[in-house]
T-cell receptor
């Protein structure tokens, strides 16, 4: 049981480049989330998917798009990366318990 | 003003000390209150949760919620070096509505317990 997996673990982009962060969970959870974590800002929700086929904006969606490919996978795309998107990105999933989210190990992204 | 405020610290204590971590919030709709622990370069993991007001104890950890003051606390007794981590409070409204399932996190408090 791998839980929540994220790829890649590290990435360096130049301003204007695009990339997709991948996330997969093997716990049969309905809901999945993308967060970014910056020093002094805590975890901020970018997008979430309450169930397969639905996505919704979180607190900081600008500059990002998401795709809920199937129940297991939820990807985050940066179309034109900016230095302000330098951050650690976490994917999470949750099942029937409304208070518990399971987090992946994170992707450390630097945009120069 | 953020919906959830948490002192980022850092907080440094000697082994065996009692640690108090706190968050305040402004949204009276919050019903579920959680504490997540995050070790360095790892994802957060759920430590404890409380529904509505009251106390909850789990080993050396006690979570308290005071909804009248919009204030939550996590106490760690007999702190250990292995407790060194970032502690994040998180909250969410009750079931139903458009906010269902979404957590609002505090900034996190960095705790170091030194031997």
């Amino acid at each position: 049981n791998a839980g929540v997996t994220q790829t890649p673990k590290f990435q360096v982009l130049k301003t204007g480049q695009s990339m997709t962060l991948q996330c997969a969970q093997d716990m049969n959870h309905n809901s999945m989330y993308w967060y970014r974590q910056d020093p002094g800002m805590g975890l901020r929700l970018i997008y979430y998917s309450a169930s397969e086929g639905t996505t919704d904006k979180g607190e900081v969606p600008n500059g990002y798009n998401v795709s809920r490919l199937n129940k297991r996978e939820f990807s985050l795309r940066l179309e034109s990366a900016a230095p302000s998107q330098t951050s650690v990105y976490f994917c999470a999933s949750s099942g029937g318990l409304v208070y518990e989210q399971y987090f992946g190990p994170g992707t450390r992204l630097t945009v120069t | 003003q953020k919906e959830v405020e948490q002192d980022p610290g850092p907080l440094s204590v000697p082994e065996g000390a009692i640690v108090s971590l706190n968050c305040t919030y402004s949204n009276s709709a919050f019903q579920y209150f959680m504490w997540y622990r995050q070790y360095s370069r790892k994802g957060p993991e759920l430590l404890m949760y409380t529904y509505s007001s009251g106390n909850k104890e789990d080993g050396r950890f006690t979570a308290q919620v005071d909804k009248s003051s919009k204030y939550i606390s996590l106490f760690i007794r007999d702190s250990q070096p292995s407790d060194s981590a970032t502690y994040l409070c998180a909250m969410r409204p009750g079931a139903g509505g458009t906010s269902y399932g979404k957590l609002t996190f505090g900034q996190g408090t960095i705790l170091t317990v030194h031997p």
